[in-house]
């Protein structure tokens, strides 16, 4: 795709463009320096990867239409923070946040950080190549291995994309969503209700740590678990994943996105090597059906080891069977 050839389309008579052009197009405007990233971001991908991002276009342009400059200011803010805990990070080796209560009190409690953040994290699923994949591998490898009618437990939805996808699939059954955040579910609520699928997905606030409030047997185990972007932010990730893994059925499938060596202003648990991602997996008792490794862009995976960029690890495992 070259990006010198998508132009806004100022009037509203004319026939619209496309979503991935109106929302690079969008970022365009707002920051015309960002053109070069975008443009390597977006050449010479394969043909599979673009029809990901069609769709994630799609959803992300009927997101971020409500307020287009909020949104493409919130993904420059995010760059720039990002950027900004990247020359922390290769200067001290450690992310600038070590514990839950200092990201707490300076990202999660502050509503004008926190706006801008989470509509950066959204442009980023279709802007970042890394992520890009990540979506891609659990719309072509994790939803299409699930059972017919099998029932999905996400633990952080954030922007909504992953039980968006999952409530399109009309092979899911009954789909949940956890989190802490009582202002991480409403805005999750209102992404869901925004993409036509609000009442596909029960939302939930609680510690998958914590057992089931409900009497025991009164609700059977899911089948599925999505846990991305999620175990950087806690300190103790291991005891996150077995309590999310006790929620689930014998042979029941995880979807895990962990990224490494990823500073962000909201992470605080440092992943070195993808080997460090799959340890864990194993350390909680699971079995690893796949595990993949996707370089930040302008890196191959080799590069980023050796320079300690960001990757993005998808692994997809599995809870023992039952004796």
């Given at each position: ?111 004008r950080i926190m ?25 072509r490898e994790f ?181």
């Amino acid at each position: 795709m070259s990006l010198h050839s998508v132009q806004a389309n100022p009037d509203p008579a004319r026939e619209p463009a496309g979503p991935m052009a109106e929302l690079i197009a969008l970022q365009l405007r707002t920051w015309p320096e960002h053109g070069k990233f975008l443009e390597a971001s977006f050449q010479g991908r394969d043909p599979q990867l673009q029809a990901t991002r069609e769709r994630l276009a799609e959803l992300i342009w009927r997101l971020a239409r409500t307020d287009p400059a909020a949104y493409a200011a919130g993904y420059r803010w995010t760059c720039e923070a990002v950027h900004e805990e990247t020359f922390h990070f290769l200067r001290s080796g450690s992310y600038r946040r070590q514990t839950f209560a200092s990201a707490r009190q300076e990202v999660y409690d502050n509503p004008r950080i926190m706006g801008q953040y989470m509509r950066g994290v959204l442009f980023s699923q279709l802007f970042w190549p890394n992520h890009s994949r990540v979506m891609d591998s659990y719309i072509r490898e994790f939803l299409p291995q699930q059972p017919e009618g099998h029932s999905l437990l996400e633990i952080g939805p954030g922007h909504g994309l992953f039980c968006a996808l999952a409530a399109q699939d009309p092979r899911t059954g009954a789909i949940e969503a956890w989190d802490v955040s009582r202002t991480s579910l409403a805005q999750t609520r209102q992404h869901l209700a925004r993409l036509g699928c609000p009442g596909r997905v029960r939302l939930v606030r609680r510690d998958a740590c914590k057992p089931d409030r409900e009497r025991p047997g009164t609700r059977p185990p899911f089948q599925g678990l999505v846990l991305s972007e999620v175990l950087e932010h806690v300190e103790d990730p291991l005891a996150l994943l077995r309590g999310a893994a006790s929620h689930l059925a014998p042979g029941a499938r995880l979807f895990l996105g962990v990224p490494v060596n990823a500073p962000a202003p909201d992470h605080i648990y440092l992943f070195r090597t993808p080997e460090e991602v799959q340890d864990l997996v194993r350390a909680a008792g699971l079995e690893l059906e796949s595990c993949r490794a996707f370089p930040a862009a302008g890196y191959t995976e080799a590069q980023a080891r050796q320079k300690r960029g960001a990757i993005s690890c998808v692994i997809i495992a599995r809870t023992g069977e039952a004796p």
